[in-house]
C-alpha cells in the first residue's frame, strides 16, 4: 500500500456526532492517514460558533487535512449575507474557497467549490459547478506524475448516487464529470447525501470513480455515521466505509476499484 486517505464529509459542528467526531480523530491517530480530505458542510448552519469548534478539531487532527466548502457553509439563515458575502466566514477559518491544488508523493488534490450562497432556483442548496472550474482542475491535476492519484474534491455529486437519500442536482454536473473523466481524474470525492458510495463516472475509460462519505453528524439519513478509509497501490484503490457501532468504527462495506493502467 502506497498511500492511506481519510475521507470524511458533512460533519455538521453544531450537530455533529460527538462520540463518533471524537472517535474518528482517534481513528486518524492510530492508522496516520497520509491526508484528510473533508468534503464540505462542515457546520451546521455557518455560524461563528460553529466554524470555531470545526476549525480546532480539524486542526487538532494528527495529520494534514484538505477541507472544501458545502453549502451548509455559509450563513444558513441570512439571504443577505449569502448573496453579499457568502464565503466570509468560511475563508476566514479554512481560506480561500477558490480552486487550489495540493501535491504530495503519490498523490495531487483538486479542490473545487460546488456550492453557492443562492442560485437562479429555489433550491439553492444544491451543486453547480463551471466548466471553468472543471477546466481549472483537469489542468492542474495533468501536472501530476506518472502514476500520481488524481482526485478532485468537492462537495456534491457530479453525477447522482444511484437509490440514494437525497440529491445533488449539480448545474454542469453531467458535462464536469465527462470532462473530468476525459480528463484522467481518478477519484471525485464528494459528501453532501450523507451515504457512503462508490460508482464510475460516464465517459472516459471508466477508472473514473464517484465516491462519497456518510456524515459524522447527527443528520443519519438510512446509512451509518461514518467516513471512507481510501487505501492506493499500484494497481488497486481500495475504498471502505467505515461506520459508528457506537463504541467505535467498523467496516461497512467495501469497494476495490482496478487503477487506470499506466501508459506503457
Ligand atoms: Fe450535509
Ligand atoms: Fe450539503
Same mark, same amino acid.
Given at each position: 500500500m502506497t498511500l492511506r486517505l481519510a475521507h470524511l464529509s458533512d460533519i455538521h459542528f453544531g450537530g455533529e456526532h460527538r462520540s463518533a467526531v471524537g472517535a474518528a480523530a482517534g481513528w486518524i491517530a492510530e492508522h496516520r492517514p497520509d491526508l484528510a480530505i473533508i468534503t464540505g458542510d462542515v457546520t451546521r448552519e455557518g455560524s461563528e460558533t460553529e466554524f470555531i469548534a470545526?476549525?480546532?478539531w480539524i486542526r487538532s487532527l494528527a495529520v494534514e487535512s484538505l477541507v472544501v466548502p458545502g453549502n451548509h457553509d455559509t450563513p444558513y439563515f441570512s439571504l443577505m449575507k449569502r448573496l453579499f458575502a457568502p464565503w466570509k466566514r468560511y475563508e476566514r477559518h479554512?481560506?480561500?474557497?477558490s480552486p487550489s491544488l495540493l501535491r504530495r508523493p503519490g498523490l495531487a488534490v483538486a479542490s473545487i467549490n460546488t456550492a453557492r450562497g443562492?442560485?437562479?432556483r429555489t433550491n439553492w442548496s444544491k451543486g =453547480?459547478?463551471?466548466t471553468g472550474q472543471?477546466?481549472?482542475?483537469?489542468? =492542474?491535476?495533468a501536472e501530476a506524475p506518472p502514476g500520481a492519484l488524481k482526485v478532485v474534491a468537492c462537495h456534491h455529486p457530479l453525477i447522482e448516487m444511484i437509490g440514494g437519500p437525497m440529491s445533488g442536482q449539480v448545474h454542469g454536473g453531467h458535462e464536469a464529470?465527462?470532462?473530468l473523466a476525459d480528463g484522467g481524474v481518478d477519484l471525485v470525492l464528494t459528501g453532501h447525501v450523507h451515504a457512503p458510495f462508490a460508482l464510475p463516472y460516464p465517459g472516459g475509460d471508466g477508472h473514473t470513480w464517484a465516491v462519497g462519505a456518510s456524515t459524522l453528524s447527527v443528520r443519519e439519513r438510512g446509512s451509518p455515521i461514518g467516513f471512507n478509509c481510501i487505501e492506493v497501490d499500484d494497481d488497486i484503490v481500495r475504498i471502505s466505509a467505515l461506520a459508528w457501532s457506537g463504541s467505535h468504527f467498523e467496516t461497512w462495506r467495501t469497494w476495490s476499484i482496478d487503477r487506470r493502467p499506466k501508459p506503457a
Amino acid at each position: 500500500m502506497t498511500l492511506r486517505l481519510a475521507h470524511l464529509s458533512d460533519i455538521h459542528f453544531g450537530g455533529e456526532h460527538r462520540s463518533a467526531v471524537g472517535a474518528a480523530a482517534g481513528w486518524i491517530a492510530e492508522h496516520r492517514p497520509d491526508l484528510a480530505i473533508i468534503t464540505g458542510d462542515v457546520t451546521r448552519e455557518g455560524s461563528e460558533t460553529e466554524f470555531i469548534a470545526a476549525r480546532r478539531w480539524i486542526r487538532s487532527l494528527a495529520v494534514e487535512s484538505l477541507v472544501v466548502p458545502g453549502n451548509h457553509d455559509t450563513p444558513y439563515f441570512s439571504l443577505m449575507k449569502r448573496l453579499f458575502a457568502p464565503w466570509k466566514r468560511y475563508e476566514r477559518h479554512f481560506g480561500p474557497v477558490s480552486p487550489s491544488l495540493l501535491r504530495r508523493p503519490g498523490l495531487a488534490v483538486a479542490s473545487i467549490n460546488t456550492a453557492r450562497g443562492v442560485q437562479l432556483r429555489t433550491n439553492w442548496s444544491k451543486g =453547480a459547478i463551471s466548466t471553468g472550474q472543471v477546466s481549472r482542475a483537469v489542468r =492542474a491535476l495533468a501536472e501530476a506524475p506518472p502514476g500520481a492519484l488524481k482526485v478532485v474534491a468537492c462537495h456534491h455529486p457530479l453525477i447522482e448516487m444511484i437509490g440514494g437519500p437525497m440529491s445533488g442536482q449539480v448545474h454542469g454536473g453531467h458535462e464536469a464529470a465527462v470532462a473530468l473523466a476525459d480528463g484522467g481524474v481518478d477519484l471525485v470525492l464528494t459528501g453532501h447525501v450523507h451515504a457512503p458510495f462508490a460508482l464510475p463516472y460516464p465517459g472516459g475509460d471508466g477508472h473514473t470513480w464517484a465516491v462519497g462519505a456518510s456524515t459524522l453528524s447527527v443528520r443519519e439519513r438510512g446509512s451509518p455515521i461514518g467516513f471512507n478509509c481510501i487505501e492506493v497501490d499500484d494497481d488497486i484503490v481500495r475504498i471502505s466505509a467505515l461506520a459508528w457501532s457506537g463504541s467505535h468504527f467498523e467496516t461497512w462495506r467495501t469497494w476495490s476499484i482496478d487503477r487506470r493502467p499506466k501508459p506503457a
